[in-house]
């Protein structure tokens, strides 16, 4: 035992600070509201006119911001890229919570706008302007006269109801608000035709021929646009009275409600953004090994956390959690929810991984089966997926027990797998039945041609009879880990149950879906029970059960070595490079696909795979070693893979990459997607950090870097802290340290 103190971490405002670049504008409230334009129209203007998101219901335009004379006369704005003096500007400065445009007027004066997006559905736009600039700084926006009612001034701004519907039709009525920070010099709301754009010179403000006057009521117009100005004065106020606009999206009916902070006044706008990111941050532990693609990857994937969290309560999304990704996939998905249990644990508290299971259970269905997504106002339409609901219950419960969830978990799931059973096993074959192409979450692929040629084009309807290998592990993981929880609960006779329909899984994974053929287990034709022998990526997906060893793990270990097959550059294609429809550039069928899972590379996969050779590794049998080597290659590469153009300082998260280059998906415009768990498997492989109820393990991955520190990690009540060094290892438990020579595993049980 070393009593050393272990290296100090990184302040949360150094990590933020460190991801800050010039390339960016997603800004979102940690809260469920997202400002994340694809292809933004308005980025070039000041504010945020481009659409916003609540959920996954999109709303637009936003508000733009103008500077206008006493005599009403616009003062025109450019992108300042050089300063008063000549000196190189950046026009725009994005890092997590804050994006910073520099503007210029005609004279070359500089004006700061801070954009944030705040808790409460606030989205917000702050003026530094020098004080010899006399006149007003205006926010205005267009509002859809047929989406737009009760236009009424406000004390501080102008207020409206606004409905909005998603692309399933749901509708969302909001009262919004265009406010200031001081009392507003003018206001007007001016109904009109034409068109509604983020520009002042287009709008009937600029046609007033001097100062507006007051605001008349708008109401009742069925076309064209509501026009809205808030004017703040300007003249003579110093930086500490900075002029700034807020708009305040209050969701109105039903239960479709969000943060208690959006109820009633918000005049200071909630806690600084900035505060509320370092805070997000600082509930991470830091990860440091000196290489700039690793150490990014890890404080980007806390970032995008934070930008598609979901506080709650918003209707059905009753407890925190994490939504997929920007724009229609800001909501709770199955599919991904797993990701965000394995992540989200590593935050202290835990609140979002339970959080991310619990929503599910609220909202099961009478069935026992899950909604695919779950909507704020109605659950309709909400499809279904498959997921591993096992490992990440038992994920979360390792980090952050809670008897009360897991309880509430465990009958959830015990619902749900007894459905999954009647439903999709109904013959008792140990093999679950994959009925469409969508509802694995890994649509356009042979697998499924291989039982159906027109599988690709019913939609999803059930046609399918593919006994897939992918849902019988995660239903195998699903019996194993309630097996565990009902021992834990004294149910002996559901323990027998669970631990029964594991076995029967596993034999038929073992006895009917190897395909020697293939040398990789293989999904099975439902109808005929021959094995279908495509290769595909979920053919290594039994690595999570621990009971792959031998002849087939040498032959999977090879498979993920072979360009041939699915040793590519960056790890892994979805499907084999020899498959005859493999695409590493997403067409099928003649057509560049959204979602084209015959040869692309998806996060999600991937981390699927590494995290089989993981567990692979720590379990110290044959062949172990060479999984333990290519766990630690695959995640290095997967890492490096995304950064646009491999640049170090340019991290990103897509869809899905090309295997060969690493390109993303960038004509889908949606980063910034958690569809993986890479923070985790940084964690647990790099750093080789595990944790669960009898202590801690720590045994980083052959080949990983000299020098990793990881820390600290708050969870079961310690602090634990990690430094993996050249020939050792220790770690802190609560002040308390622990060494050992690296290549064996550091084992430090809880103390009494």
């Keep these: ?142 509002q859809p006269a047929d989406a737009t009612g009760g236009v009424e001034p406000t004390m501080a701004g102008v207020g409206w109801t606004r409905v909005v519907s998603d692309r399933r039709g749901q509708e969302l009525v909001l009262r919004v608000e265009l406010a200031g920070s001081i009392s507003p010099a003018w206001r007007r709301i001016v109904p009109s035709e034409g068109r509604g754009a983020a520009e002042w010179r287009h709008s009937p403000f600029a046609d007033g021929g001097g100062v507006p006057g007051n605001a008349a009521d708008a109401g009742g117009r069925r076309s064209g646009w509501i026009w809205i100005a808030v004017a703040l004065p300007r003249g003579g106020t110093d930086d500490s009275e900075a002029p700034t606009f807020r708009l305040t999206l209050h969701p109105r009916g039903g239960e479709a409600r969000g943060p208690a902070s959006m109820s009633g006044a918000h005049p200071g706008g909630g806690p600084p953004a900035a505060s509320t ?94 909604h695919g997504r779950l909507y704020p106002e109605r659950l309709e339409g909400t499809d279904f997926y498959h997921a591993n609901w096992g490992d990440a219950l038992l994920a979360v419960d390792d980090m952050h027990p809670d008897a009360a969830a897991l309880a509430r978990c465990y009958e959830g799931l015990s619902r749900y797998a007894r459905w999954l059973t009647a439903e999709r096993d109904a013959e008792a074959s140990g093999m679950f ?95 005929t029970g021959e094995r279908t022998g ?48 493999f695409s ?66 340019r991290p990103n998260c897509f869809e899905h990459y090309n295997p060969h280059t690493g390109r993303a998906c960038h004509f889908r415009g949606i980063d910034d997607y958690q569809h993986s768990w890479i923070l985790d498997l940084l964690a647990r492989g790099f750093a080789g950090l595990h944790l669960d109820a009898s202590g801690i393990e720590v045994r980083p991955l052959p080949n990983g870097p000299a020098r990793v520190s990881l820390g600290p990690v708050v969870a079961r009540g310690r602090t634990v802290c990690v430094d993996v060094e050249p020939r050792r290892v220790s770690a802190t438990v609560d002040g308390e340290r622990f060494d050992q020579p690296r290549g064996e595993a550091l084992r430090v049980p809880w103390a009494p």
């Design 277 to 370: 990111w370092e805070s997000f941050f600082g509930d991470f532990p830091h990860f440091r090994c000196g290489d700039p693609y690793l150490d990014r990857t890890f404080d980007y994937r806390i970032y995008g956390l934070g930008l598609n969290r979901i506080e709650g309560p918003w209707g059905s999304v009753r407890h925190p959690a994490i939504a997929e990704g920007p724009e229609y996939f800001h909501v709770p998905i199955a599919y991904s929810a797993q990701c965000h249990m394995m992540e989200m644990r590593w935050r202290k508290g835990g609140r979002e991984a339970w959080g991310s299971l619990l929503n599910f259970v609220d909202n099961q269905k009478p069935d026992g089966s899950f």
């Design 584 to 649: 590493a550039e997403g067409i099928w069928r003649g057509k560049r696909r959204n979602c084209p899972w015959n040869g692309r590379v998806w996060p999600m996969t991937t981390s699927h795979v590494i995290e089989g050779l993981l567990r692979c590794w720590r379990s110290g049998s044959s062949g172990s070693a060479r999984a333990g080597a290519l766990a630690a290659d695959m995640l290095g590469r997967f890492a490096r893979m995304m950064f646009t153009d491999g640049d170090p300082s």
């Design 1 to 142: 035992m070393n009593l050393r103190p272990s290296r100090s971490a990184v302040s949360p405002k150094a990590r933020i600070a460190a991801l800050a670049r010039d390339d960016k504008w997603f800004l979102g409230g940690l809260d469920g509201v997202v400002w994340a334009p694809p292809f933004p129209r308005w980025l070039h203007r000041p504010g945020f006119w481009d659409p916003v998101h609540l959920l996954q219901h999109e709303i637009g335009p936003g508000f733009s911001v103008a500077l206008v004379r006493p005599d009403g006369a616009e003062i025109p704005l450019r992108r300042a890229t050089r300063g008063p003096d000549g000196s190189e500007l950046t026009p725009r400065r994005w890092r997590p919570g804050r994006l910073v445009a520099t503007w210029r007027d005609a004279r070359g004066v500089i004006l700061e706008e801070h954009r944030q997006v705040l808790p409460g559905g606030i989205l917000e736009s702050s003026w530094y302007v020098p004080a010899e600039l006399e006149g007003y700084v205006v926010g205005f926006t267009a």
């Design 433 to 527: 039945t994959v009925t469409n192409h969508f509802e694995t979450g890994q649509e356009y692929m042979s697998r499924y041609m291989a039982v159906d040629e027109e599988a690709d084009v019913a939609g999803w309807r059930p046609s399918l009879r593919l006994k897939g290998i992918d849902v019988t592990v995660y239903a195998h993981q699903l019996f194993r880990a309630l097996a565990s929880v009902a021992r834990r609960l004294a149910r002996a006779g559901d323990e027998t149950e669970w631990r029964g329909l594991a076995d029967r899984c596993w034999k038929a994974i073992d006895e009917r879906m190897w395909s020697a053929e293939a040398r990789l287990f293989t999904d099975v034709n439902g109808r």
């Design 534 to 581: 495509v290769k595909a990526a979920v053919g290594f997906y039994p690595l999570l059960t621990g009971r792959v060893g031998g002849a087939r793990l040498d032959a999977l270990l090879d498979h993920l070595e072979d360009p041939g097959t699915f040793g590519t550059r960056f790890p892994l294609p979805s499907s084999s490079v020899d498959d005859p429809r």
